[in-house]
């Protein structure tokens, strides 16, 4: 539970996601405490004034509430162990990341069975969102829990939903990414359906963004597809490629058809084969553009106008 003025509270993964929380959280006046494998992340974080502790397990014995930010599973089956192996008084751990449900029900179990609370709560937006806390959470579990943690989130998002009973977090997540994967893919290809009609670049951005035809992954990522840059990612397409299993495994078992993520799908794929796992997912208009026998853009990518539109991370 977080106690006074504003608190103590751990970030357990420091990547693009968690990192931009612990760094709002410290410059909003919390007490901050994180913890990454990579050293890197650690220094970053230390740069902006989160301390930074030596395993998972050391964190969670300074905080009352913590934030996981993992990879995969195997990171958060990791981290769970550390944390009931270390018989701590009760805490609340709030885990953000996209894992299927079977994965966040054992990590649940296994918390409660050692005293503690655990929270479902997914976060929609990409990791240039997330650094000018542009995100929207989506928390599930114990409704007590939530209300306690919700001044805490707001340092770092813009909204916090209660969506319900455990799990029912990640369900909407699943919704919300259907979603995202086929509107990052429809706005390459409506860009490269421009470009090859002959349309100036900066034209077809400006008049899309302004018009019924945009999305919020069309004006994130717009400027990155035109100017073929997908370095600084986001959300990278190796990721992309864990979420759409996880959500294409979860259609599956309700029997839910989903004919437009899986043609989506098929265009990740091509991009990680060719090279572009650990880029941004607005690189699926590199997989595009070669086909429609497109050269990869040398110019800068046209600036967004208009209030909603931002360049993507």
């Known amino acids: 539970m977080v106690r006074g003025q504003k ?8 990547g693009v996601m968690g990192g931009a929380f612990a760094r709002h959280l410290a410059a909003a006046g919390w007490r901050v405490c994180g913890f990454d494998i990579a050293a890197s992340r650690n220094r970053a974080a230390a740069r902006a004034g989160v301390a930074i502790a030596p ?5 969670a014995a300074e905080v009352p509430v913590m934030i996981l930010s993992l990879p995969h599973p195997d990171a958060l089956d990791a981290t769970v162990a550390a944390i009931t192996r ?11 990341s996209t894992f299927s449900l079977t994965d966040k029900l054992r990590a649940e179990r296994r918390l409660r069975r050692a005293g503690h609370v655990m929270l479902d709560c997914p976060v929609s937006g990409t990791g240039a969102q997330a650094a000018v806390k542009d995100i929207v959470i989506y928390a ?3 409704d007590g829990a939530i209300k306690r943690v919700r001044r805490m989130f707001s340092a770092f998002s813009r909204a916090v939903f209660d969506v319900g009973a455990f799990g029912n977090g990640s369900r909407m997540k699943y919704v919300a990414n259907h979603l995202v994967t086929i509107h990052n893919v429809a706005a390459a290809e409506a860009i490269v359906l421009g470009i090859k009609s002959g349309l100036d670049p900066q034209l077809i951005y400006d008049l899309i963004a302004a018009g019924a035809g945009s999305s919020r992954m069309f004006e994130l990522r717009g400027p990155s597809m035109l100017k073929g840059n997908y370095d600084n990612p986001g959300m990278s397409i190796r990721l992309f490629q864990k979420d759409i299993a996880v959500i294409e495994d979860h259609a599956k078992r309700l029997g839910a058809p989903t004919p437009l993520l899986s043609a989506s799908a098929l265009i990740y794929a091509a991009a990680m084969s060719r090279g572009y796992a650990e880029q941004d997912a607005a690189a699926v208009a590199a997989v595009l553009r070669s086909t429609a026998g497109l050269k990869r853009p040398s110019s800068a990518p046209p600036k967004a106008r208009g209030p909603q539109a931002e ?3």
């Open 86 to 96: 270390a018989k701590l008084a009760p805490k609340t751990v709030i885990e953000t």
């Open 311 to 313: 360049t993507s991370g």
């Open 55 to 59: 395993d998972a397990a050391i964190l």
């Open 7 to 14: 608190g103590q509270v751990g970030v357990v993964g420091l």
């Open 140 to 142: 599930s579990g114990d």
